[in-house]
């Protein structure tokens, strides 16, 4: 039981590290991928790079492993453009139901006039 709660805390860090990356490239209009996708590469985009940062210099993040297995399975499933897109789409329906919730919660609210 042990080695499964240390397995899923491990993959929970790596996961809200990639949220908050997502988070930090959204938040400033960065562009998230470049011209390859391969981990290591210098033309791997925001999103890639960053991981690849937050590995060199966080010896007691979750990445540090990924950052020597980079060749591994993981890389490709918890780390993969299509898992970036999806937080976003998640993300993007988050503040969609934070902002009708405030629509809906004001006394007056102005529209825009079509």
């Not at 993969?80 to 988050?94: P, W, Y």
Request: with cysteine; charged share 30%.
């Amino acid at each position: 039981m042990k080695q499964v709660e240390l397995e899923r805390r491990y993959w929970r860090d790596v996961l809200q590290r990639a949220v908050e990356v997502i988070k930090f490239l959204a938040e400033r209009g960065l562009p998230f991928r470049g011209d390859d996708e391969v981990f290591g590469s210098g033309n791997n985009g925001n999103y890639m790079g960053v991981i690849e940062l937050l590995a060199k210099f966080d010896p007691m993040s979750a990445f540090t492993e990924i950052w020597w297995r980079w060749s591994g399975c993981c890389i490709l499933v918890y780390l993969s453009k299509t898992v970036c897109e999806e937080f976003i789409v998640l993300m993007g329906k988050k503040v969609e139901e934070i902002i009708i919730q405030q629509i809906k919660e004001a006394k007056y609210y102005y529209g825009a006039v079509r």
